[in-house]
């Protein structure tokens, strides 16, 4: 066996470079990496949204509004996402999902009726004596 023979049965046994455009990317190694990440920031948003829709119910805020942040994103808001921009919903309409797709960098904004001083109470024991500790 010539040393090009050689050369070329050992490449056969390489691992070929994946090209987005042309193989099947999500199965390698960056590919995962890439679909891991998407998905840990998918997650973040939904529980930050979602913690968000939480605390307005509970404290009588007037509405949820839906932010874009085309600072967050490369391209901007998406088609998805722009017409929903400034979007008030008010308490008990239906609000859709946050986030609305895969990167999605939307939020939800609380709207108090009074913005001066939103209608939070620090936690409490049953005694009445504050759960905050300062030391």
């Known amino acids: 066996m010539t040393g090009r023979e050689l050369s070329?049965?050992?490449?056969?046994?390489?691992?070929?470079?994946?090209?987005?455009?042309?193989?099947?990317?999500?199965?390698t190694p960056e590919g995962i990496n890439q679909r891991l990440d998407?998905?840990?920031?998918?997650?973040?948003?939904?529980?930050v949204n979602n913690s968000l829709k939480m605390y307005g119910?509970?404290?009588?805020?007037?509405?949820?509004?839906?932010?874009?942040?085309?600072e967050a994103s490369k391209t901007g808001p998406c088609q998805i996402c722009s017409p929903k921009h400034g979007r008030?919903?008010?308490?008990?309409?239906?609000?859709?999902?946050?986030?609305a797709h895969a990167r999605c960098v939307c939020q939800w904004e609380i709207?108090?009726?009074?913005?001066?001083?939103?209608?939070?109470?620090?936690?409490?024991?049953?005694?009445g004596e504050s759960l905050i500790r300062v030391s």
């Open 38 to 47: 998407m998905l840990g920031s998918q997650f973040t948003y939904m529980v």
């Open 111 to 127: 709207i108090w009726s009074n913005p001066a001083e939103p209608p939070y109470q620090p936690p409490t024991e049953p005694s």
């Open 8 to 27: 070329t049965t050992l490449n056969r046994f390489k691992e070929p470079k994946y090209n987005p455009e042309t193989s099947d990317y999500w199965r």
């Open 88 to 99: 008030i919903y008010k308490p008990g309409q239906f609000m859709p999902p946050m986030p």
């Open 57 to 70: 119910d509970t404290y009588g805020a007037s509405g949820m509004m839906w932010v874009t942040h085309p």
